[in-house]
């Protein structure tokens, strides 16, 4: 089931460093860090296989393969799963970084190809895409090959290209006439699976993230019961500071006192949001399909824990919580002993409550 609340905004950037919108953001998507798709003109693209690799070695090596073969001078790279193989992305930074910076500042927006927002094809095709036109081997759902060029292709380059890419697909001896396709933004070779949850996964967030509010709000009105961390004692000498600040009125005595504690939890609460903090970690966990084993919160720091799973979607689960705008300073580690996922980071203070959350 595809939860359309969940949809992260789309942005497009092509060489001419113009921003266009392709969708918005769902109702939750605002929380995931927006997706750009980079125009083919500023992109590079080749099909890794090494089968004779471990299936667990390949993803490595494709990794070294993009740092070691870039076409640009200044490049950015990424790997990603096309099929049963992995595809190599190249794009140039000279004409798309210093857009980029002033488009999200330190957001980090999750950087795709356009081409992998168009619907899968099966054997040869040619797209008209980005000014130009790009030439596209599927097998399998497997992107083979890809070529883009300012031209048409004509009967010799066709030749040329089918003749380096082919292998066992049959091949017209001319090009076939371009097409245009729209963009699919919930497209599955966009690498972003995760935006797909089942009905029974979705009521797990829901429900996991209303015990987690319930339990974190208790935890905070009784102070330092469970000793969650030695700086509650620091929230406590706020507290009171409150109190003292506020005149006694006579006649009021106890009354005016306990009015007096519940205004100084009021002004801490809206000073380190703890609430905000957790619901914003869960629902970016949620997005990756993982489910926090343990949160722990301190006055400006927040850990949690996450199944060694998490490890495979760490710069993912990073860029969304950054996106968030809730944290920054986000440092993941795996712990020796278990291998679970470990993520502390620093709550950013005086920012808005999720919608519903007060």
Same mark, same amino acid.
């Given at each position: 089931?595809?939860?359309?609340?969940?949809?992260?905004?789309?942005?497009?950037?092509?060489?001419?460093?113009?921003?266009? #919108?392709?969708?918005?953001?769902? $109702?939750?998507?605002?929380?995931?860090?927006?997706?750009?798709?980079?125009?083919?003109?500023?992109?590079?693209?080749?099909?890794?296989?090494? &089968?004779?690799?471990?299936?667990?070695?390949? #993803?490595?090596?494709?990794?070294?393969?993009?740092?070691?073969?870039?076409?640009?001078?200044?490049?950015?790279?990424?790997? $990603?799963?096309?099929?049963?193989?992995?595809?190599?992305?190249?794009?140039?930074?000279?004409?798309?970084? %210093?857009?980029? +910076?002033?488009?999200?500042?330190?957001?980090?927006?999750?950087?795709?190809?356009?081409?992998?927002?168009?619907?899968?094809? %099966?054997?040869?095709?040619?797209? +008209?895409?980005?000014?130009?036109?790009?030439?596209?081997?599927?097998?399998? @759902?497997? $992107?083979? +090959?890809?070529?883009?060029?300012?031209?048409?292709?004509?009967?010799?380059?066709?030749?040329?290209?089918?003749?380096?890419?082919?292998?066992?697909?049959?091949?017209?001896?001319?090009?076939?006439? &371009?097409?245009? =396709? &729209?963009?699919?933004?919930?497209?599955? /070779?966009?690498?972003? %699976?995760?935006?797909?949850?089942?009905?029974?996964?979705?009521?797990?967030?829901?429900?996991?993230?209303?015990?987690?509010? /319930?339990?974190?709000?208790?935890?905070?009105?009784?102070?330092?019961?469970?000793?969650?961390?030695?700086?509650?004692?620091?929230?406590?000498?706020?507290?009171?500071?409150?109190?003292?600040?506020?005149?006694?009125?006579?006649?009021?005595?106890?009354?005016? #006192?306990?009015?007096?504690? =519940?205004?100084?939890?009021?002004?801490?609460?809206?000073?380190?949001?703890?609430?905000?903090?957790?619901?914003?970690?869960?629902?970016?966990?949620?997005?990756? %399909?993982?489910?926090?084993? /343990?949160?722990?919160?301190?006055?400006?720091?927040?850990?949690?824990?996450?199944?060694?799973?998490?490890?495979?979607?760490?710069?993912?689960?990073?860029?969304?919580?950054?996106?968030?705008?809730?944290?920054?300073?986000?440092?993941?580690?795996?712990?020796?002993? /278990?291998?679970?996922?470990?993520?502390?980071?620093?709550?950013?203070? @005086?920012?808005?409550?999720?919608?519903?959350?007060?």
């Amino acid at each position: 089931m595809r939860l359309s609340f969940l949809q992260p905004r789309v942005d497009r950037l092509g060489a001419n460093k113009e921003f266009q #919108r392709i969708a918005e953001a769902g $109702l939750l998507g605002r929380l995931r860090a927006p997706v750009l798709l980079l125009g083919r003109d500023i992109c590079s693209y080749a099909h890794f296989s090494a &089968p004779q690799l471990p299936r667990s070695s390949r #993803r490595r090596a494709a990794s070294m393969f993009a740092l070691s073969n870039s076409p640009y001078v200044e490049g950015g790279s990424l790997v $990603l799963a096309t099929g049963r193989g992995l595809g190599v992305w190249w794009w140039d930074l000279s004409r798309s970084a %210093d857009a980029i +910076a002033r488009q999200y500042g330190r957001t980090r927006p999750t950087v795709r190809p356009e081409t992998l927002a168009l619907s899968p094809g %099966d054997g040869w095709r040619i797209l +008209a895409i980005a000014g130009g036109y790009e030439a596209q081997l599927w097998s399998a @759902g497997e $992107l083979k +090959a890809s070529v883009w060029r300012k031209g048409r292709f004509d009967e010799r380059a066709w030749a040329d290209l089918t003749r380096v890419h082919s292998g066992d697909e049959a091949t017209s001896a001319r090009p076939p006439s &371009p097409t245009s =396709l &729209p963009f699919d933004v919930q497209s599955a /070779t966009l690498g972003l %699976d995760q935006v797909q949850v089942t009905r029974e996964q979705g009521m797990i967030m829901a429900v996991t993230a209303l015990a987690t509010a /319930t339990l974190s709000l208790t935890l905070y009105l009784t102070g330092m019961t469970l000793n969650l961390n030695a700086r509650t004692e620091g929230v406590a000498q706020q507290t009171n500071e409150v109190i003292q600040s506020i005149p006694a009125t006579e006649g009021r005595g106890q009354g005016r #006192r306990e009015d007096a504690r =519940l205004t100084a939890f009021q002004t801490v609460a809206r000073s380190t949001s703890p609430l905000t903090a957790a619901g914003a970690a869960i629902g970016a966990a949620a997005i990756h %399909d993982l489910t926090p084993l /343990t949160l722990d919160a301190s006055l400006d720091t927040l850990i949690m824990t996450l199944p060694g799973s998490g490890a495979d979607q760490v710069e993912e689960l990073v860029a969304e919580l950054e996106g968030s705008g809730y944290f920054s300073d986000i440092r993941p580690r795996i712990e020796p002993g /278990t291998g679970n996922l470990r993520v502390e980071m620093t709550v950013i203070a @005086g920012q808005s409550p999720l919608e519903g959350i007060e």
